[in-house]
């Protein structure tokens, strides 16, 4: 372990962290280390982020002292430490696997034995057999269970109660009891010389199987991250000495003159010196059209150059570019994402306080009325109360109904990344809609073929698409498409040039072609007159409007448009039915935005809008109590789904915003947002009866356990009863988790 100081900043993966009541704890912990500026934990993750002048080995002993453990992350790469925290997690799930198993090994066959075989102790080979057991309890205790005990003792120190406090109470109760008969059984009233180790060990093994399927479902939050580090180029060309040179981009100085060629990546940030080109700018808008770039425009690291090549002055590198932002707003938002409060830890808060009230009552009622020996009867009655109040089902009531769950979500396209998502899904009060790829369908297709002068629609196509496959620009690919599904034949076009901004130009058969926008018209002198009223109106319809002409005579509009999806509007009002708010966000202009929304009867929009606008919007929101669902599809859309209470992704985009959501829309229909908040509420209410199932039958076996019945027929509890209610509590919640498969979505 290093005791150098780091001046700058340091990061540590931490295990231990469940819910978010332990990253206040850590963090205030980190906190009170001198040299510790500033400390921000990623829950998402299980990483913690330190700044400022400490040192490293007094930081993890204060994660040690609470009760949790950190690792160094490396600061060399954050790749490198991506690949880190995700070993770290699998260590992790193997951890609890074996304390599963090594639990369960002990404790099942016990419980086995228990069911068949009477489990008093008697004679001196009883006595000493069940010893051995004993220790062998104790040694599954001490290392399957360490984290249980290390969470209750730090809940005690904080004046709370939690699920590890009863863990601890029962296991712990149960053992000593156990022991205590095996030793001293002299002590006790004959009836009540039974020993409970299989309890001990049958809860420590079935809630680290339960903790091991939250951490499997947990999902890998780091892989939204990896993809947009993947994005950054890790070469540039920049000129040097009158020559162009390939160098490392971490090698980039602001104001060196970079080069890049058609089909490349951009590599940082800039302003263009020469050239122009249109760019593919999605990563950074989210709209398919790219964008025309000319002397004195800037240009952003991760967009595609896609026709001409360019030469741009560097103005931002390294953290300061474009892209660098998106992932830092990334990382913040997964910082800053609230938990969801584990429901048993809820109920443990009251469940415990209360058993232990009960468990004092009854030793009190003992002594004070109970027959000789009346401390051996109280102790009896104090323990069993603490024994049979923890219910092994417990760590299972959660995990099981999420795991159902987010099997059933599959079933309809719906990917599920983590169960906190699958639990808040159904509290979401506002829902923001990326437009492209989102609500429509995210690429250009020809919506409108409006022919003049006697013109045939197929005839202008088949010029059109000919014309056109000489071009680079993605309209092109939507006019060539439209001509190959009316089965037209493409030919070849000589003299082609394309006009920056304008359109393209062309001969065919001795005839000049013309196709482009209103300033390519005016420029060859193409009367579009009668024509410039029908494309305004398709322009107010969110379609681009293109004219083409022949030897200057105007033969047509085309309209190319970014359809809305056909079950989009059907879905919308679904989801405002259920009372959802619904936003539409797009960087699109505000005409084609307005137009949109109208169509698919959304009244709040906000349009021309970039990443950071769309992760304030889910901010702003959020700060007004509301719970925000983000749904999108592009690279630009990554920080707000991150920073939602529930990110969205449709399958159909790009990696980066299927990482970075926390639940998948495979098949890209918004039906997918009711059918998810269904599922959502179907499994919020199966956890609840989950965990009434887990603590009826404990509950139920308290006044026995009290010995509310020895008065009267002169029983305490059988071990035969407490072992019944460790089964029949595990297979209530089993039997209850798997009624989900047969859930349905309703479809209005």
């Avoid at 890049?260 to 990563?283: A, F, N, Q, T």
């Avoid at 209410?685 to 509310?708: D, W």
Wanted: aromatic share 6%; net charge neutral.
């Amino acid at each position: 372990m290093s005791n150098n100081i780091n001046s700058s900043s340091q990061n540590f993966i931490i295990e231990g962290a469940n819910c978010g009541s332990c990253v206040a704890k850590i963090e205030k912990a980190l906190k009170t280390v001198s040299g510790a500026q500033r400390v921000e934990m990623n829950f998402a993750q299980r990483t913690v982020q330190v700044e400022g002048q400490a040192d490293e080995a007094a930081l993890i002993a204060a994660v040690e002292n609470i009760g949790y453990k950190a690792k160094p992350m490396s600061n060399d790469s954050e790749q490198d430490a991506l690949d880190e925290k995700a070993k770290a997690d699998d260590a992790h799930y193997k951890k609890l696997m074996r304390n599963m198993i090594l639990a369960l090994g002990v404790g099942a066959p016990l419980m086995l034995y228990g069911l068949i075989f009477d489990m008093n102790v008697i004679t001196t080979t009883q006595r000493i057999a069940w010893f051995i057991v004993g220790l062998a309890t104790l040694a599954v205790m001490a290392v399957a269970g360490k984290q249980f005990y290390n969470g209750a003792w730090q809940a005690f120190k904080n004046h709370a109660a939690n699920m590890d406090t009863l863990i601890a109470l029962g296991t712990g109760t149960a053992w000593l009891y156990s022991m205590v008969v095996v030793i001293t059984p002299n002590l006790l009233p004959e009836v009540a010389r039974h020993v409970y180790f299989e309890a001990s060990a049958m809860i420590i093994g079935l809630i680290s199987l339960g903790l091991a399927l939250e951490v499997k479902a947990r999902g890998r939050t780091s892989e939204a991250i990896k993809r947009l580090i993947g994005l950054q180029p890790k070469t540039a060309r920049v000129i040097r000495d009158g020559q162009d040179r390939d160098i490392d981009i971490s090698d980039v100085v602001k104001s060196d003159q970079v080069r890049v060629r058609p089909g490349e990546k951009i590599s940082v940030d800039g302003e263009v010196l020469e050239g122009s080109s249109s760019v593919d700018e999605s990563m950074l808008t989210g709209e398919p059209m790219p964008v025309t770039k000319q002397i004195g425009d800037t240009v952003v690291a991760g967009s595609i150059n896609k026709t001409g090549t360019l030469l741009f002055k560097a103005t931002h590198i390294g953290s300061e570019t474009t892209l660098a932002n998106i992932i830092n707003m990334v990382k913040r938002a997964q910082n800053s994402k609230p938990s969801i409060g584990r429901l048993a830890d809820v109920i443990s808060g009251i469940f415990v306080p209360t058993v232990m009230i009960i468990a004092i009552l009854a030793g009190l009622a003992w002594l004070n009325f109970g027959p000789e020996p009346a401390i051996a009867y109280a102790v009896v009655a104090v323990t069993t109360v603490l024994i049979i109040a923890c219910p092994c089902a417990l760590g299972l009531a959660t995990p099981m109904s999420v795991m159902v769950g987010i099997g059933k979500a599959a079933e309809s396209g719906i990917l599920i990344r983590n169960g906190e998502a699958l639990q808040v899904t159904s509290k979401i009060t506002t829902m923001i809609l990326d437009k492209t790829g989102t609500i429509t369908q995210g690429s250009p297709t020809v919506t409108d073929v409006i022919t003049f002068n006697n013109s045939d629609e197929n005839t202008v196509m088949q010029h059109v698409a000919s014309l056109e496959s000489s071009s680079e620009h993605p309209l092109a690919e939507a006019i060539i498409s439209y001509a190959k599904a009316l089965n037209l034949t493409l030919s070849k076009v000589t003299d082609f040039d394309a006009l920056t901004g304008k359109g393209v130009i062309g001969t065919l058969d001795g005839q000049t072609l013309l196709f482009g926008n209103k300033a390519l018209m005016d420029k060859y002198h193409v009367a579009i007159d009668d024509a410039y009223e029908q494309a305004q109106t398709l322009a107010s319809e969110a379609k681009t409007p293109m004219y083409f002409a022949v030897n200057q005579q105007l033969q047509a509009i085309i309209a190319v448009a970014d359809p809305i999806k056909a079950d989009s509007a059907a879905a919308i009002k679904r989801l405002q039915n259920k009372g959802i708010h619904l936003v539409m966000l797009t960087g699109d202009n505000q005409a084609t935005a307005q137009a949109v929304a109208k169509k698919v009867g959304i009244k709040d929009f906000i349009a021309e809008v970039l990443p950071d606008d769309k992760v304030n919007e889910v901010i702003k929101r959020q700060a007004k109590g509301e719970i925000v669902g983000m749904t999108g599809d592009g690279i630009n859309d990554a920080p707000a789904l991150a920073q939602a209470d529930v990110g969205f992704a449709i399958g159909t985009g790009t990696d980066i915003a299927i990482e970075s959501g926390d639940i998948t829309l495979m098949r890209g229909s918004l039906h997918g947002l009711a059918d998810a908040i269904a599922v959502s509420s179907a499994t919020i209410l199966n956890i609840k009866q989950n965990l009434f199932g887990a603590f009826i039958y404990n509950v139920a076996g308290i006044p026995i356990a009290a010995g509310l019945l020895y008065p009267f027929f002169g029983l305490l509890l059988n071990p035969v009863v407490a072992g019944a209610a460790m089964a029949l509590s595990s297979l209530t919640v089993v039997s209850n988790a798997n009624r989900l498969r047969f859930f349905k979505p309703a479809k209005s």
